[in-house]
């Protein structure tokens, strides 16, 4: 068995640097023209409570003058923000026009096991489906996406990615930032692979199971570098890694302080203050950035330091950053100059609400397959949790509906990314620790490279027909079998 740190020295790292590399040295040179596109916001309120969606495939030209195929939800590339209201019942119809199978995950909303999206709730090519959404849950910025199993990764590679915003009210009482696409920005951070004739590049061979697809080029709202025309005054930005693989790790060029107000599952306490911030794939934050000075800036991103080689963005290996997108300010005056001192109250995260504790061991790695002669080896990748590969026909965990239980997860061989459907949690250690206060509040995602303990609230039913998962949020280590089953009665 090679350890990532083994790999790392291999000649296949060499050769992921490179590519990694070229996207450094090109970002540096990329000048910021295309305006940043704001996604189409669907109200779902203001239409009845029926929202449509087509998922269909499309063009879509990452380089200018130069269009490559894609999948979109009603749209050539990515999809609408549907806002939804706390208290409301959404029906939804979604309509499969592509020409396989596909499922539409509702990431981070709270609704039963038969409404979730997972991969038993296949929409067959020409197919409807119809679930109704009860949301009853606070303000948060959450996503949707396929699920479909071996075929995740592929689809939300094409384009199948949108952004979901459930609202309660909150931030009107706290004053917060919240004029769509003004003031209040969805940015959806990913990065690809793009080829010479404009074409996305997709290929999942066994350095992108290992270490999951990882592209030469960061994209945002489905565009390269672009940039925004902000107030001078607070913005908010919600912040989405919708990458396969890669973790972001944010900061501004000027490494001004930005606050950090909802992870996840919503509002944190009060606003942290940090010059950067890491976010992990399938992980959101809401944060608010001061733009009074009026002087552009650059929004950037660096190594990705769990990933060892594979994270390093410069071609030499060092520590640059690169940038991901601007910001210049307009000369409209600013909506909102004045932070809330407090947002809201949380309960205390205690391991004595937990009814039981269950341990996950989450592995990925690399064996060496010889040839007799021992002329080549082929890599081949070892996943699981707790020495099991995903089986859809095994239930692994039965939980019980409104209690609590304290799941430890221990990553091996790589730093995971680790979900849980149906449920929110609160993380009470990692890697032994207090978490820091922006990871202190509700969370569907946590970045695991060593353990971490969390407090996980199950709120939502699902049976063995309609069981919720829970996996590794790099999407090729979820289709290796990275992934579990639970049911919750």
């Excluded at 699920?147 to 915003?165: E, K, N, S, V």
């Excluded at 919503?266 to 608010?288: H, K, M, N, W, Y």
């Excluded at 601007?326 to 004045?338: G, I, M, N």
């Excluded at 209690?403 to 949690?425: C, K, N, R, Y």
Aim: aromatic share 6%.
């Amino acid at each position: 068995m090679l350890t990532r740190r083994q790999l790392a020295i291999g000649s296949a790292a060499m050769t992921s640097a490179g590519i990694i590399g070229r996207w450094a040295a090109e970002a540096r040179a990329t000048h910021f023209n295309t305006p940043l596109p704001i996604p189409r916001l669907v109200d779902a309120a203001k239409q009845g409570n029926a929202v449509s969606l087509k998922v269909a495939a499309g063009r879509h030209a990452f380089v200018h003058g130069k269009p490559a195929s894609t999948y979109g939800y009603s749209a050539p590339v990515l999809g609408p923000v549907i806002r939804m209201r706390r208290g409301d019942e959404i029906e939804m119809t979604v309509e499969n026009a592509l020409d396989t199978a596909t499922t539409v995950h509702w990431h981070g909303l709270l609704v039963p096991g038969e409404s979730d999206g997972g991969p038993q709730q296949l929409i067959r090519p020409g197919d409807r489906w119809r679930p109704v959404l009860n949301i009853d849950q606070p303000a948060a910025t959450l996503w949707f996406h396929p699920h479909p199993h071996h075929d995740t990764a592929r689809q939300i590679y094409m384009g199948l990615t949108g952004m979901i915003i459930v609202d309660d009210g909150t931030d009107v009482r706290l004053g917060l930032p919240r004029t769509f696409g003004i003031d209040d920005l969805p940015l959806i951070l990913q990065d690809r692979s793009i080829a010479s004739d404009g074409s996305i590049e997709y290929g999942a061979d066994g350095l992108a199971v290992v270490y999951g697809a990882r592209g030469d080029t960061v994209i945002v709202n489905g565009v390269i570098t672009p940039v925004a025309k902000v107030p001078a005054g607070l913005v908010r930005l919600r912040l989405l890694n919708a990458a396969n693989a890669q973790n972001f790790v944010l900061r501004f060029s000027d490494q001004r302080i930005v606050h950090v107000i909802a992870s996840d599952g919503g509002f944190l306490p009060a606003a942290v203050p940090v010059t950067q911030l890491t976010i992990s794939p399938a992980e959101r934050f809401e944060v608010l950035v001061d733009f009074a000075n009026g002087k552009a800036v650059a929004l950037e991103t660096g190594p990705d330091e769990v990933m060892g080689i594979f994270g390093r963005l410069a071609p030499d290996g060092s520590s640059d950053y690169v940038p991901v997108m601007r910001f210049e300010t307009t000369t409209k005056p600013a909506l909102v100059k004045e932070m809330p001192r407090r947002l809201v109250e949380l309960p205390p995260a205690s391991q004595g609400l937990a009814i039981r504790r269950r341990q996950f061991v989450v592995n990925s790695g690399i064996c060496m397959n010889r040839t007799q002669a021992g002329e080549h080896a082929d890599m081949v990748a070892l996943t699981g949790i707790n020495g099991q590969t995903f089986d859809m026909e095994r239930i692994d965990v039965e939980t019980n509906l409104g209690t609590s239980e304290v799941w430890e997860v221990i990553s091996v061989g790589l730093a995971h990314p680790f979900h849980i459907h149906g449920a929110l949690f609160r993380i009470l250690s990692i890697a032994g620790t207090p978490p820091p206060p922006h990871l202190a509040g509700w969370k569907d995602v946590v970045l695991v490279e060593d353990r971490a303990e969390l407090l996980v609230a199950f709120n939502q039913p699902a049976t063995r027909a309609h069981p919720f998962m829970y996996h590794c949020h790099i999407l090729e280590h979820e289709e290796a079998g990275l992934m579990g089953q639970y049911v919750c009665a």
